[in-house]
């Protein structure tokens, strides 16, 4: 009976992590922009190049910056997937072997960090593609 308590409850605490991620991947939730006006998204610069008159160069640099991007980050979602289903994997033993399941939730957290690591270094990387005038504009549309 106290072994399916600490299940329930690990298995309660799992979720509300795996909800915050996916609220927080997918920018729901109660959180708000920390980088607003400061760093700006691929998808928001390539929406008003127009405006911003992005040069051939500046479009080239940014393309090659998401796609490298992009694949750095697609290898570390790997991890974090194949991390995650062993969690629940885990969590259909009894006992629940607890020191097994937050070492893989720790791979998960380490994994997800990465992703979090290059999708801000791409920020900083589209950041100094920009000139003044380009960020003062996107300022403005945020």
């Known amino acids: 009976m106290r072994q399916g308590i600490k299940k329930s409850r690990l298995l309660a605490g799992l979720c509300v992590v795996f909800i915050a991620t996916a609220a927080f991947a997918q920018g ?8 607003k006006g400061k760093l700006f998204p691929p998808n928001i610069i390539l929406e008003h ?9 500046q479009f080239t640099a940014i393309r090659a910056a998401v796609v490298e991007t992009q694949g750095s980050v697609a290898e570390h979602e790997w ?3 194949e991390a995650y289903q062993q969690v629940m994997s885990d969590l259909d033993e009894v006992p629940v072997d607890e020191d097994k399941v937050m070492e893989n939730v720790q791979k998960a957290l380490l994994a997800e960090n990465e992703v979090k690591k290059l999708q801000v270094r ?7 593609l920009l000139t003044d005038e380009q960020m003062k504009y996107l300022q403005s549309v945020q």
């Open 49 to 57: 190049q127009d405006e911003l008159e992005l040069t051939r160069d």
């Open 122 to 128: 791409l920020l900083l990387e589209l950041r100094n």
């Open 28 to 35: 729901q939730g109660p959180q708000r922009d920390v980088f």
């Open 79 to 81: 991890d974090l997937r």
